[in-house]
Each structure stands twice: as structure tokens, then as C-alpha cells.
């Protein structure tokens, strides 16, 4: 139980670093997407029913904090989950450097996934410029922040989060 609410505390927390805090100290482009590491954090380490929901919750809410389309980052961030989960079971999930390559991995699915949508559901001509000029510089602040969440008590314990 008192797992559950300290991990309900750091998704929390992350939402609210990640809308108010980072955007006014960090460009765009080297802003880690603390969403999306918890999401493959809870998709290592999470059960797939409340975990399921949790990132669709979490996509749903990078949507309305960043302006794109509704239900576009809730999409991406539930097929992810749901790839990393059907192959988590058979991985070492408690491993930090695992940790650290599926968030990069799950960068470049998510910036694909987003861009592959968007190019069948906008018609705007510098789409995919603007995405891909910042690919690089998000998928290293990613693994960076990754490889910070690596240090933290809560990654250490080998239970099932949520």
C-alpha cells in the first residue's frame, strides 16, 4: 500500500516537474519526457491491467499539458507499454542498464509513432523537419534522466510497483 502511494507520489511529482518546472528552465529540445520514463518504468515493473491504465492516463495527460492532439501521446504511450510488457516477463526488469536502453528505445518508438500519425493526420508541411531536428538532444536528456531514476530507492526494490 505504501509502495502504491509512493509511487502514485513520483508519477505525481514527475507530472508537475514536467509541465511547470522544466519547460521554463530547459529548450525543448534537452527537456526529458518524465511521462514516458515512468511509463516504461511501470512497464518493467508494473501488472498490465493497472498499468495499462496508468499509461494511457499518463499519454493522455502529456497531451493536454503539450498542446498536440488529444489521444496522440495517449496511443503511443499504451502501444508501448503494451510491447514492453509482453516481453518484460521474459528480461531481467530490475537491471538499470535495461532500464536505461528500453527508455531510449521507447524515445524513438514514441517520436516515430507520433510522426507516422501525424503525417496521416495533418497536412503540415514542416512536420517532419521540426520533429526530427530534435530527435538526438531528446533521446540523451532521456537516457540521462533514465540513468538519475536508476539511483533512486524506489528502482532498487525488486516488488511489483502498482
Known sequence: MIRNLSALFIIFGAVVLQTSVLPIHLSSAFKPDLLLIAMVY????????????LAWVLGLTKDVFSGLYLGLNAFTFLIIFLIIKSISD??????????VVTVGVATLVCVTADLILLIMLT????????????????????????????????????????
Open 42 to 53: 511501470i512497464a518493467l515493473r508494473g501488472s498490465l491491467g493497472s498499468g495499462a491504465i
Open 90 to 99: 521474459r528480461l531481467y526488469a530490475e537491471s538499470g542498464e535495461l532500464f
Open 123 to 162: 497536412s503540415s508541411p514542416g512536420i517532419v523537419y521540426s520533429m526530427t531536428t530534435g530527435v538526438l538532444p531528446h533521446l540523451l536528456a532521456n537516457a540521462f534522466a533514465a540513468s538519475l531514476v536508476t539511483l533512486l530507492p524506489v528502482f532498487s526494490s525488486p516488488q511489483e510497483v502498482l
